[in-house]
């Protein structure tokens, strides 16, 4: 349950305007120049030395901060009801809050908030304390003559100074009282659900530009005293005022762009809280930013060189709060896909918390970023622009359905929510305003917090037609036949093509996982101007079944070792535009993938009933953990074949955090709503299995990063790669088959050759005819570890090869069923 603002008292009582004699100068116009630019109003006021000095409207192309900031000092001042802050006209540009501290004449803080509907806009400030208390401030109403333009509410709050005869001498100790509070904004007007208004002044709402989200609980997970404790679910929000002293502090030591090629990518998909949280990981603030930095050297080690990190930013961790008899717990948000606040981190990942109003938190996520960069790993966001927390008509009133609704969320005729994502809203990414808060978003990723990439949660939403649509607005001309209708594909959208030509963001990685609840399927198809990659969901179902010995995968099984030319050749991409996984955070893990047939949800709580039916898992032979030697051998060569599969396509590999060690859910697919083991990486499992799965997914990784010829520029050739069946150079492409094998020709290697058999069968193969040459077994998942991996440094790996001599020499390999295997080629007499 949300807390409204109409439970909040002010401090003081509503304030009175005070204007301050001597203080108002006008210019020698009185005029305001707008010119039109990329959907923005633009206004500079420039000194005109030809007219003894006074002020002059001049249009430009874009806003000017310094000269706006002068322009202040000019115009009419009034005090807040605290006698703490000048109140001034303010800036239409940028949106959010912004410090003033090097321009002009006037230092403090501009804050402009989009509303194209609300009749009364009010500026609220906190202090923590107040906060806490449920109580504002300070209310500032802004005047809706000066403090607004067009459609943006603007307002620059500047400390009074000691020296009451000079304005502009404000000391350092009077902006830091600003910097010290937090603010939100409360908007007024028509209350109309079916018209889409959701106006409502009793609401302190979050300013969606808000650097910071501060909420009135110190912790994760941290519910408040009511003795309801749903109550607290929502407690009350307040953005982050930046410092209008001094410029952020932190020490990026140099740090830079690694500027890795997509092709070289080793993708971790990973879980903040969940990959140091558990007991065993003995870091001194588990679940945190900073203990993500503790546990780098893993990543280093395994071979990892990009982490994909699940949702970081401001979410609430108790939107799913209620009991779970089955856990004995409470559910919570544990994934975060449900965004609160797209510019903040998320504050309880910090081990500061909202200490220093959320500024060491960013310093904390920063100091994340900058580390992994100096082990070599570039991070990746994965990030949620297909809806947020609000919800439907009956969610929460947190930000952007009070400020906008219409605008911000993809709405029918009679104000309905569409819900393309499955979470009860749309967020109406094609609208100009949207599209251009999302691009200033990702703007700010990555030039603020040195992000390397994104992918993008449900991706085809944001190829939708808005509501609202209207194609003079965005292509400027008008389309020929019937309009389109809300959440119709664009074949060009407007919000894809701005991000892809964007001169900053074109040069990270962008990631679409490209579909969406609604239906619409887009892998291999989504808009991409060359530089889109996508999660290939194609490459998981066709490998899954392929491996687990399904009829009629064997050529769709090639297609995919090559990089998925099917999906992505005929389209002007190459192989590393496809994002490989077998296994990611929805869905059965590695483990789960060869233990069960069936999903066992029911700790979720919603009797078994959400979570994909349709994993195209097997068990090898028994349900569940428990289960015979035999079986459990077989399980331990299925994950092994998963992993060479990963490692020896075409493409990008991704990687499930913990499917390194054969992190087990006990059968449950969809753990969203769980803050404990099953979704807690188990660094005591690891350990356990330092000898056995790990060291086996470390060492291909190593081999993969060795290979030229694994991750390729461009498609492989006939030239490049031959395909085998049984025999040499005759492959197998019948429905029945379940054997593929390969060679390709390696600058570092020479010539790998690798095979899958995925019947039920043992098969003696006939390995190409190579004069002067001979075959070493590398990989063959069928042997017990160590000798899975038959590296260089293994003390027994000269008697293990000899063990195959009586085979190598006829030029001959044995493969059990269900097995696969990699062979090096070496000069005769290596």
Same mark, same amino acid.
Request: one cysteine or more; a negative charge.
């Given at each position: 349950?949300?807390?409204?603002?109409?439970?909040?008292?002010?401090?003081?009582?509503?304030?009175?305007?005070?204007?301050?004699?001597?203080?108002?100068?006008?210019? =020698?116009?009185?005029?305001?120049?707008?010119?039109?630019?990329?959907?923005?109003?633009?206004?500079?006021?420039?000194?005109?030395?030809?007219?003894?000095?006074?002020?002059?409207?001049?249009?430009?192309?874009?806003?000017?901060?310094?000269?706006?900031?002068?322009?202040?000092?000019?115009?009419?001042?009034?005090?807040?009801?605290?006698?703490?802050?000048?109140?001034?006209?303010?800036?239409?540009?940028?949106?959010?809050?912004?410090?003033?501290?090097?321009?002009?004449?006037?230092?403090?803080?501009?804050?402009?908030?989009?509303?194209?509907?609300?009749?009364?806009?009010?500026?609220?400030?906190?202090?923590?304390?107040?906060?806490?208390?449920?109580? #504002?401030?300070?209310? #500032?109403?802004? &005047?809706?003559?000066?403090?607004?333009?067009?459609?943006?509410?603007?307002?620059?709050?500047?400390?009074?100074?000691? =020296?009451?005869?000079?304005?502009?001498?404000?000391?350092?100790?009077?902006?830091?009282?600003?910097?010290?509070?937090?603010?939100? $904004?409360?908007? &007024?007007?028509?209350?109309?659900?079916?018209?889409?208004?959701?106006?409502?002044?009793?609401?302190?709402?979050?300013?969606?530009?808000?650097?910071?989200?501060? /909420?009135?609980?110190?912790?994760?997970?941290?519910?408040?005293?009511?003795?309801?404790?749903?109550?607290?679910?929502?407690?009350?929000?307040?953005?982050?005022?930046?410092?209008?002293?001094?410029?952020?502090?932190?020490?990026?030591?140099?740090?830079?762009? *690694?500027?890795?090629?997509?092709?070289? *990518?080793?993708?971790?998909?990973?879980?903040?809280?969940?990959?140091?949280?558990?007991?065993?990981?003995?870091?001194?603030?588990?679940?945190?930013?900073?203990?993500?930095?503790?546990?780098?050297?893993?990543?280093?080690?395994?071979?990892?060189?990009?982490?994909?990190?699940?949702?970081?930013?401001?979410?609430?961790? *108790?939107?799913?709060?209620?009991?779970?008899?089955?856990?004995?717990?409470?559910?919570?948000?544990?994934?975060?896909?449900?965004?609160?606040?797209?510019?903040?981190?998320?504050?309880?990942?910090?081990?500061?918390?909202?200490?220093?109003?959320?500024?060491?938190? #960013?310093?904390?996520?920063?100091?994340?970023?900058?580390?992994?960069?100096?082990?070599?790993?570039? /991070?990746?966001?994965?990030?949620?622009?297909?809806?947020?927390?609000?919800?439907?008509? =009956?969610?929460?009133?947190?930000?952007?359905?009070?400020?906008?609704?219409?605008?911000?969320?993809?709405?029918?005729?009679?104000?309905?929510?569409?819900?393309?994502?499955?979470?009860?809203?749309?967020?109406?990414?094609?609208?100009?305003?949207?599209?251009? $808060?999302?691009?200033?978003?990702?703007?700010?990723?990555?030039?603020?917090?040195?992000? &390397?990439?994104?992918?993008?949660?449900?991706?085809?939403?944001?190829?939708?037609?808005?509501?609202?649509?209207?194609?003079?607005?965005?292509?400027?001309?008008?389309?020929?036949?019937?309009?389109?209708?809300?959440?119709?594909?664009?074949?060009?959208?407007?919000?894809?093509?701005?991000?892809?030509?964007?001169?900053?963001?074109?040069?990270?990685?962008?990631?679409?996982?490209?579909?969406?609840?609604?239906?619409?399927?887009?892998?291999?198809?989504?808009?991409?101007?060359?530089?889109?990659?996508?999660?290939?969901?194609?490459?998981?179902?066709?490998?899954?079944?392929?491996?687990?010995?399904?009829?009629?995968?064997?050529?769709?099984?090639?297609?995919?070792?090559?990089?998925?030319?099917?999906?992505?050749?005929?389209?002007?991409?190459?192989?590393?535009?496809?994002? =490989?996984?077998?296994?990611?955070?929805?869905?059965?893990?590695?483990?789960?993938?060869?233990?069960?047939?069936?999903?066992?949800?029911?700790?979720?709580?919603?009797?078994?009933?959400?979570?994909?039916?349709?994993?195209?898992?097997?068990?090898?032979?028994?349900?569940?953990?428990?289960?015979?030697?035999?079986?459990?051998?077989?399980?331990?060569?299925?994950?092994?074949?998963? $992993?060479?599969?990963?490692?020896?396509?075409?493409?990008?590999?991704?990687?499930?955090?913990?499917?390194?060690?054969?992190?087990?859910?006990?059968?449950?697919?969809?753990?969203?709503?769980?803050?404990?083991?099953?979704?807690?990486?188990?660094?005591?499992?690891?350990?356990?299995?330092?000898?056995? *799965?790990?060291?086996?997914?470390?060492?291909?990784?190593?081999?993969?990063?060795?290979?030229?010829?694994?991750?390729?520029?461009?498609?492989?050739?006939?030239?490049?790669?031959?395909?085998?069946?049984?025999?040499?150079?005759?492959?197998?492409?019948?429905?029945?088959?379940?054997?593929?094998?390969?060679?390709?020709?390696?600058? /570092?290697?020479?010539?790998?050759?690798?095979?899958?058999?995925?019947?039920?069968?043992?098969?003696?193969?006939?390995?190409?005819?190579?004069?002067?040459?001979?075959?070493?077994?590398?990989?063959?998942?069928?042997?017990?570890?160590?000798?899975?991996?038959?590296?260089?440094?293994?003390?027994?790996?000269?008697?293990?090869?000899?063990?195959?001599?009586?085979?190598? &020499?006829?030029?001959?390999?044995?493969?059990?069923?269900?097995?696969?295997?990699?062979?090096?080629?070496?000069?005769?007499?290596?």
């Amino acid at each position: 349950m949300m807390v409204g603002v109409g439970s909040l008292r002010p401090v003081a009582a509503k304030p009175k305007v005070m204007l301050m004699d001597g203080w108002s100068e006008n210019c =020698n116009c009185n005029c305001r120049c707008h010119s039109r630019n990329s959907n923005s109003l633009s206004l500079s006021i420039s000194r005109n030395r030809n007219n003894n000095n006074k002020r002059s409207c001049t249009c430009t192309a874009g806003i000017s901060v310094e000269s706006e900031v002068e322009a202040e000092s000019t115009r009419s001042r009034r005090v807040s009801s605290s006698g703490a802050f000048y109140v001034l006209d303010g800036m239409p540009q940028p949106l959010g809050p912004t410090s003033t501290s090097d321009h002009g004449k006037v230092k403090g803080v501009n804050f402009a908030l989009y509303s194209s509907r609300a009749s009364a806009v009010s500026l609220c400030l906190f202090t923590l304390p107040h906060l806490h208390a449920g109580r #504002i401030t300070e209310v #500032i109403p802004l &005047d809706p003559d000066t403090n607004r333009t067009g459609n943006v509410w603007h307002v620059l709050l500047s400390p009074c100074p000691t =020296n009451t005869n000079n304005p502009t001498n404000t000391k350092l100790e009077e902006l830091e009282e600003l910097e010290h509070m937090l603010y939100g $904004f409360q908007l &007024d007007g028509d209350f109309c659900p079916h018209q889409g208004l959701y106006f409502d002044s009793s609401n302190v709402l979050l300013d969606p530009y808000a650097k910071a989200v501060v /909420v009135s609980r110190e912790a994760y997970g941290l519910v408040g005293p009511s003795p309801s404790p749903s109550a607290d679910c929502w407690p009350q929000l307040a953005g982050m005022i930046p410092s209008p002293a001094s410029h952020d502090d932190f020490d990026w030591q140099g740090d830079r762009p *690694l500027g890795l090629h997509h092709k070289d *990518l080793i993708i971790y998909e990973m879980h903040i809280r969940g990959y140091t949280n558990h007991d065993s990981s003995n870091v001194h603030h588990p679940g945190t930013y900073a203990s993500a930095v503790q546990k780098l050297d893993h990543l280093r080690e395994l071979g990892i060189n990009c982490i994909e990190l699940m949702p970081c930013h401001e979410f609430n961790e *108790l939107e799913y709060f209620d009991h779970n008899p089955v856990m004995g717990q409470h559910k919570m948000n544990f994934w975060g896909y449900s965004t609160v606040n797209f510019f903040s981190p998320m504050m309880r990942y910090a081990a500061a918390g909202h200490r220093n109003c959320g500024r060491d938190a #960013i310093k904390e996520f920063k100091t994340l970023v900058r580390e992994a960069h100096k082990s070599g790993i570039e /991070v990746i966001m994965d990030v949620v622009f297909n809806h947020t927390a609000e919800g439907n008509e =009956n969610g929460p009133i947190l930000s952007f359905r009070g400020i906008d609704n219409s605008t911000y969320y993809m709405l029918a005729p009679k104000g309905e929510f569409y819900n393309y994502s499955g979470c009860g809203n749309t967020f109406n990414c094609n609208h100009p305003v949207v599209r251009q $808060f999302i691009v200033d978003c990702l703007r700010y990723w990555v030039t603020e917090m040195h992000i &390397d990439g994104f992918r993008f949660d449900l991706a085809s939403i944001m190829t939708r037609g808005s509501s609202l649509w209207d194609p003079m607005n965005v292509y400027g001309y008008a389309l020929e036949g019937d309009g389109i209708t809300t959440g119709t594909p664009l074949p060009n959208p407007p919000l894809i093509d701005m991000i892809s030509n964007d001169p900053i963001l074109c040069g990270v990685k962008l990631i679409a996982e490209a579909w969406d609840a609604g239906g619409l399927y887009q892998v291999g198809q989504f808009p991409h101007w060359n530089i889109w990659s996508e999660w290939n969901g194609q490459y998981r179902d066709v490998v899954r079944q392929f491996i687990k010995g399904t009829n009629g995968f064997a050529g769709g099984f090639a297609e995919c070792l090559c990089g998925s030319p099917n999906l992505y050749q005929g389209g002007g991409r190459k192989p590393w535009h496809s994002v =490989n996984f077998v296994c990611a955070h929805d869905g059965f893990t590695l483990a789960d993938l060869v233990t069960y047939n069936n999903k066992y949800n029911l700790a979720n709580g919603e009797d078994n009933r959400d979570g994909e039916n349709h994993n195209l898992s097997w068990n090898c032979g028994e349900e569940g953990e428990f289960a015979s030697m035999g079986v459990r051998r077989l399980r331990k060569r299925q994950m092994r074949n998963f $992993f060479v599969c990963l490692m020896v396509s075409q493409g990008v590999p991704m990687i499930y955090m913990g499917d390194e060690y054969g992190h087990t859910k006990g059968g449950n697919n969809n753990t969203y709503c769980h803050d404990n083991y099953l979704n807690y990486f188990r660094w005591d499992r690891k350990e356990e299995q330092s000898c056995d *799965l790990y060291r086996f997914c470390r060492l291909l990784i190593k081999f993969r990063r060795e290979c030229e010829c694994l991750g390729m520029d461009d498609f492989p050739t006939a030239q490049q790669l031959q395909w085998h069946g049984h025999q040499p150079g005759m492959p197998d492409w019948s429905d029945t088959s379940r054997f593929v094998a390969f060679s390709m020709n390696d600058e /570092v290697k020479g010539e790998i050759y690798v095979a899958f058999n995925t019947s039920h069968l043992p098969v003696v193969v006939t390995l190409p005819d190579r004069p002067g040459y001979r075959w070493d077994p590398l990989v063959d998942t069928s042997k017990p570890a160590p000798f899975d991996f038959l590296s260089e440094d293994l003390p027994d790996r000269v008697t293990a090869v000899r063990q195959f001599a009586n085979f190598l &020499d006829s030029n001959l390999y044995p493969m059990l069923s269900y097995s696969s295997v990699i062979l090096v080629l070496r000069p005769e007499d290596a």
